[in-house]
C-alpha cells in the first residue's frame, strides 16, 4: 500500500513537471520492463530499444494514467503492446535468428559436459516457449516467470479470468507435448 | 507435468538465458527525443506540401491545347529546372532529417560517454586511496617483523620510510607512535644495562 502510495506521488510531481520523478519510477521499473520484455521476444538479450520505446511512450501518457491499476501493471500492458508490434513487425527474424543464436553462444561458455547438457536442455525449453503462439506465450511468461496474480494478468492482457484459464491450460498442453520426454528424464 | 514442475523448468531456463541488457532512460533524453521527431513530423509534410505545390506548379505550366506549342527546347528547358528545384528540396529536407537523426545518436552517444565518465573514480581520490594502502602495508609489515622476527631495526627503518614518503597519512601517525614507544623501550632499557655494567661481575665460584 505504501508503495502505491509513493508511486501515486511520483505521478503526481511529474504531472506537476518534475521530471526527477520520471527518472525515479524508471529506476524503480526498468529492470522488470526489460526482463518482461526479454522474455515476450524470446529471450534477444538485448531489448534495449524496447524498454527506450516503452518509456518514452510512458512518458506521453503518464499525464493520462487514471491510477485505476497499478503503475506496474500498465507499465506491463504497455510492454506487452510494444513486443506484440515488434513480434508482428518482423516475427519471422526474430525467431529463426533467437533460435540460431542459443547454440553456439551457449556452448562456448560451458566446457563441462553436464554443464553443456544442461543448456542444451534449458535452450530446448526457451525454443518451446518461443514456439507457443503469443497469445498463450504471454500468459506462461507473465504466469511463470513475472509470477503475476491472476487478476492482474487480466487486467493487463484485457481478458476475462476464464479466457485467461483457457490460455494458460492450452499453452501447458502444448509445453507438454514438446516437454514431455524431458519431464520423464527428470522424473 | 503439474504446473509446479512447469514454472521450475522456465525458471531454470529463464536463469539460464542471463539478464536483459538495456541501456540508461532518463527523462532529459526522451524530451529531446519526443522533440526531434515533432521536429520530424513537421518538416516531413512541408517537404510533400512544397512537392505537391512543385508538381501543380508544372502542371499548370503545362501548355493548354488552344495555346501555341512552345518550343520544345524551351519547355525542355523548363522542365529542366523544375525537377532541379524539386531534387535540391528533396535534397535540403533529407539533409534536416540525417542532421537531426545525426544529432540523435551524438546525444545519446555523449550521455552514454558521461554515464562512463561518471563511473571513473577521481584520479586525485584513488592516488590518495593507494598511498594510503601503502602506507597501511608497510606499517603492518613492520609490526609483524617485530611481533614474530624480532627485527626492530628493520622495523624503525620501514617506520620511518613511511614517515618520509606518506608524512599526511594516519598511517604515518600510527608509525610515529611506534617509534616513540620504541625509543621509550630503550631509554628504559639503557640505564638498566648500565647498573649492570656497574655491578660487580658474579663469577660461578661465588655462589
Known amino acids: ?9 511520483l505521478v503526481e510531481r511529474f504531472r506537476r513537471g518534475d521530471d526527477s520523478a520520471f527518472d525515479g519510477i ?23 530499444d524496447v524498454v527506450q520505446d516503452v518509456f518514452l511512450a510512458a512518458f506521453t501518457g503518464l499525464r493520462k494514467f487514471r491510477g485505476d491499476c497499478g503503475l506496474r501493471t500498465w507499465l506491463f500492458t504497455i510492454t506487452v503492446n510494444m513486443c506484440r508490434r515488434r513480434q508482428r513487425r518482423r516475427g519471422f527474424r526474430i ?26 536442455t534449458f535452450a530446448r525449453i526457451r525454443r518451446a516457449v518461443r514456439a507457443l503462439p ?17 487478476s492482474e494478468m487480466c487486467e493487463l492482457l484485457g481478458i476475462t479470468v476464464n479466457a485467461m484459464q483457457v490460455r494458460l491450460t492450452r499453452a501447458r498442453e502444448q509445453l507438454r507435448e514438446s516437454l514431455g520426454e524431458l519431464i520423464e528424464e527428470k522424473t | 507435468m503439474n504446473e509446479e514442475q512447469i514454472k521450475s523448468l522456465l525458471e531454470d531456463a529463464d536463469r539460464a538465458a542471463g539478464p536483459p541488457q538495456y541501456g540508461a532512460v532518463r527523462a532529459r533524453d526522451i524530451r529531446l527525443r519526443l522533440r526531434r521527431r515533432r521536429s520530424i513530423a513537421i518538416a516531413a509534410p512541408a517537404a510533400a506540401a512544397a512537392i505537391l505545390l512543385c508538381g501543380v506548379a508544372l502542371w ?13 527546347q524551351e519547355r525542355i528547358a523548363s522542365l529542366e529546372e523544375q525537377v532541379r ?10 539533409r534536416l532529417v540525417q542532421e537531426v537523426l545525426a544529432k540523435e545518436r551524438q546525444e545519446r552517444r555523449l550521455a552514454a560517454l558521461q554515464d562512463e565518465l561518471a563511473s571513473i573514480p577521481d584520479p586525485a581520490q584513488e592516488l590518495q586511496r593507494q598511498a594510503d594502502k601503502t602506507a597501511f602495508v608497510l606499517v603492518y609489515q613492520a ?3 617485530i611481533r614474530e622476527l624480532n627485527q626492530t631495526e628493520s622495523a624503525v627503518e620501514t617506520y620511518e620510510q613511511v614517515i618520509r614518503l606518506f608524512p599526511q597519512s594516519r598511517s604515518a601517525d600510527v608509525a610515529r607512535e611506534r617509534l616513540a614507544q620504541i625509543r621509550n ?13 656497574c655491578e660487580p661481575h658474579k663469577s660461578p665460584s661465588s655462589v
Open chain 2, 143 to 145: 609490526d609483524r617483523m
Open chain 2, 185 to 197: 623501550q630503550r631509554f628504559k632499557k639503557s640505564p638498566m644495562e648500565g647498573e649492570s655494567r
Open chain 2, 60 to 72: 499548370n505550366r503545362r501548355p493548354h491545347p488552344q495555346e501555341p506549342a512552345a518550343e520544345p
Open chain 1, 1 to 9: 500500500m505504501a508503495k502505491m502510495i509513493a508511486e501515486q506521488a
Open chain 1, 95 to 120: 525467431r529463426t535468428m533467437a533460435i540460431d543464436e542459443d547454440c553456439p553462444d551457449l556452448c562456448a561458455e560451458e566446457s563441462a559436459e553436464r554443464a553443456a547438457m544442461d543448456n542444451e
Open chain 1, 26 to 48: 524508471v529506476q524503480r521499473h526498468a529492470a522488470d520492463v526489460a526482463a518482461l520484455a526479454n522474455r515476450l521476444l524470446g529471450w534477444p538479450q538485448d531489448v534495449d
Open chain 1, 134 to 150: 503469443p497469445k498463450y506465450g504471454e500468459v506462461v511468461v507473465l504466469r511463470y516467470l513475472q509470477g503475476l496474480e491472476t
Open chain 2, 85 to 94: 528545384q524539386l531534387q535540391s528540396q528533396t535534397e535540403t529536407t533529407m
